[in-house]
Nanobody, 122 residues
Framework: QLQLVESGGGLVQPGGSLRLSCAAS????????ISWFRQAPGKEREWVSC????????QYADSVKGRFTISRDNAKNTVYLQMNSLTPEDTAVYHCAARMSRRCTPGEYNYWGQGTQVTVSS
């Protein structure tokens, strides 16, 4: 079965950190650019970050720049999102998505994960 599975979400206090993982099964991520998206209740889905297939290029939304770091380990077929200095505004369901492209360019995504909940609250 071809799928992406996110993990690592949870409840964290403001100022805390979490690391999300996006693991692929049934296919290799080597040829895919990977993005993270998030969707908070009552809000539209928001693009968060992207990493190119080689890992050499990363992009971030202004809202997370300087706090979040995206990385990948192609040997483990996994992409990570390190989230630091979390605020309540980061509360959302986080999804990863894979697009068969070397770079983070606009286009349709081939695979989506089911999402992992991140809640930032004291």
């Amino acid at each position: 079965q071809l799928q992406l599975v996110e993990s690592g979400g949870g409840l964290v206090q403001p100022g805390g950190s979490l690391r999300l993982s996006c693991a692929a099964s049934g296919f290799t991520l080597d040829y895919y650019a990977i993005s993270w998206f998030r969707q908070a209740p009552g809000k539209e889905r928001e693009w968060v970050s992207c990493i190119s297939s080689s890992g050499g290029i990363t992009q971030y939304a202004d809202s997370v720049k300087g706090r979040f770091t995206i990385s990948r380990d192609n040997a483990k077929n996994t992409v990570y999102l390190q989230m630091n200095s979390l605020t309540p505004e980061d509360t959302a369901v986080y999804h990863c998505a894979a697009r068969m492209s070397r770079r983070c360019t606009p286009g349709e995504y081939n695979y989506w994960g089911q999402g992992t909940q991140v809640t930032v609250s004291s």
